[in-house]
């Protein structure tokens, strides 16, 4: 069965530019969860959708958004990027909203020049 | 101050040591407690969970003192596939419930 999967894998935007990551969940999994790991710190959590809505958010600013789509594939955008926006985005999917069982994808890996 | 504090490490250890590592909790009201680890430029994969009663599993025993809000993972005979960063991980997170990562804390084992 495939796992998370994520595009792109890796990415080179500059400052100011716009950013989207992708995410498919494993099959059946209706949750999806997003976080960001910067260099050196653990994942922070980002948010959290489920059913197609918005369930959860981290302490984001308004430049960070999200969807899910009717097959629970997922989308994080993120505007006017700026250099301190360089991290790796790790996408979570799960089978329930309320769990730690959590499977993660390889992540995207964003540079902001 | 953070939710999950862990050493940051580096750790650099010979192989054959017992290595052990701390992580401190602030939300009394988690409930599940991991170890995660982390290679390098990878995701981090479910190493164990950790129970008050202690686990093993392993080479690897993991300790949780809920009183202290205190979490620990020691590791025996290091290999050196043991190389990694080790991620002490809480659940839930506020009303999130999201998991909560502390910053990591990485292990070297040399030859």
């Known amino acids: 069965d495939a796992g998370v999967t994520q595009s792109p894998t890796h990415l080179i935007k500059t400052r100011g530019q716009h950013v989207t990551l992708r995410c498919s969940p494993i099959?059946?999994?209706?949750?999806v969860s997003w976080y960001q790991q910067v260099l050196g710190q653990g994942p922070q959590f980002i948010f959290q959708?489920?059913?197609?809505?918005?369930?959860g958010r981290g302490n984001f600013p308004d430049r960070f958004s999200a969807r899910q789509f009717p097959n629970y594939s997922s989308e994080l955008n993120v505007n006017a990027l700026l250099l301190g926006d360089s991290a790796l985005y790790l996408c979570a999917s799960s089978l329930l909203r309320d769990t730690y069982e959590q499977y993660f994808g390889p992540g995207t890996r964003l540079t902001v020049t | 101050r953070k939710e999950v504090e862990q050493d940051p490490g580096p750790f650099n250890v010979p192989e054959g040591a017992t290595v052990a590592f701390n992580c401190t909790y602030s939300?009394?009201?988690?409930?599940?407690f991991f170890w995660y680890r982390q290679d390098c430029r990878k995701e981090p994969k479910l190493l164990m969970s950790?129970?008050?009663s202690g686990n093993e599993d392993g080479r690897f025993t993991a300790q949780l003192n809920r009183a202290s809000q205190y979490i620990s993972l020691l590791i025996r005979d290091s290999k050196l596939s043991d190389s990694a960063t080790y991620l002490c991980?809480?659940?839930?997170?506020?009303?999130?419930?999201?998991?909560?990562f502390g910053s990591g804390t990485q292990l070297t084992v040399l030859p």
């Open positions: 959708y489920y059913e197609k809505e918005e369930r």
């Open positions: 991980v809480v659940y839930p997170s506020g009303s999130a419930r999201q998991l909560t």
């Open positions: 950790v129970y008050s």
């Open positions: 939300n009394s009201a988690s409930q599940s």
């Open positions: 099959s059946g999994h209706k949750s």
